[in-house]
Each structure stands twice: as structure tokens, then as C-alpha cells.
């Protein structure tokens, strides 16, 4: 373990050291929910006005509505990518889940869209042109890949990931 300055023990090597031998031991036994095949169905973000981010998605990402659940100051608008609404409800990946934010919703901390690009410098160029901001510019991720991270227009976070 190392240690601190003042040569007391570090606890942020331990804390990274407990984290690292709690990850080997989940990795190291399939859990019950493994055997189950469990898949990602979506990823929800909130939003002041759902549908007008649903429609910055679709202008930068090419996301397609492919339903919409309305109720009292409630909206949640469901989307895939495809080449056209068919195409994106017919598209067996994970949709992405666009709600109105409710008021005492906390925002922040790490969770975020990551949405997989075929070239990161013009997606997030494409992005910002659509109404995003740059939160971090492109940088290699090792192993042949890049990512960016930018802001959409409700401030919900969004890492663009594809090849260097």
C-alpha cells in the first residue's frame, strides 16, 4: 500500500485496491442474473420538454421515435436509430428513454449516454452544429478507439465512442 506524504496510508491506493479485488471476485463467479441473459432494454434521461430533445436526437444521432407516452405534465418519448421510424422500432438494440424531469430529480455524478460513432471528431462537430455542447474533446481511449464527450441541449451528458 502506499502512503501518504506525512506517512500515514493512503486510502484512496486502498479504496482502489478493494475496488479492484471486489471487481476480480464478481468477474470470477458468474452472478445468477449472468445465467439469465439478462440485455440492456434502455437508457432513460430526463428533460424540461422531452420531445424537444427527442427532436435534437434526431437531428445529431439520427434517432427515430418510435413511441410516446403522455399524461398529466408527463411525457416520455421512446426512441431508436434506424433509417426510418420501421426500421428504428424494428431495431432489436436498447432504446433510448427521453422523460420529463421531475423537479427533485438529482442530476450528475457519472452515469451518461454512450453512444457508439463511426468517427467522434465529426459526430461531435454534427452534435454541437444540432445544439450540444463540447463538454471534453476527442482523445484516444486505447486499443484503437477515441471518445468525446458533450452536453445535449437538457445538459444530460453524452460520450461518443468509436475508432481513433
Known amino acids: 500500500m502506499t502512503t501518504h506524504p506525512r506517512g500515514r496510508p ?11 479485488a471486489a471487481v476480480a ?3 470470477g463467479s458468474p452472478s445468477p442474473a449472468a445465467a439469465q441473459e439478462v ?8 428533460a424540461a420538454d422531452p420531445a424537444k430533445l427527442a427532436e435534437f436526437y434526431t437531428a445529431a444521432f439520427g434517432f427515430r ?18 433509417s426510418d421510424s420501421v426500421a428504428a422500432a424494428a431495431n432489436p438494440d ?25 468517427d467522434v471528431s ?24 477515441a471518445y468525446a464527450f458533450l452536453k445535449d441541449p437538457e445538459g444530460n451528458q453524452v460520450e461518443l465512442l468509436g475508432p481513433d
Open 94 to 118: 436498447a432504446s433510448l428513454v427521453i422523460i420529463t424531469r421531475p423537479p427533485d430529480l438529482q442530476m450528475g455524478g457519472l452515469g451518461h449516454v454512450i453512444l457508439g460513432v463511426a
Open 122 to 145: 465529426d459526430s461531435l462537430d454534427h452534435a454541437v452544429e444540432k445544439g450540444a455542447s463540447r463538454f471534453r474533446d476527442p482523445k484516444p481511449a486505447g486499443g484503437g478507439a
Open 65 to 82: 421515435e418510435i413511441r410516446r407516452i403522455a399524461g398529466d405534465g408527463f411525457l416520455e418519448v421512446i426512441m431508436k436509430t434506424g
Open 10 to 20: 493512503n486510502r484512496s491506493a486502498f479504496a482502489a485496491l478493494a475496488g479492484l
Open 39 to 46: 440485455k440492456l432494454r434502455a437508457v432513460r434521461i430526463a
Open 25 to 27: 471476485a464478481i468477474i
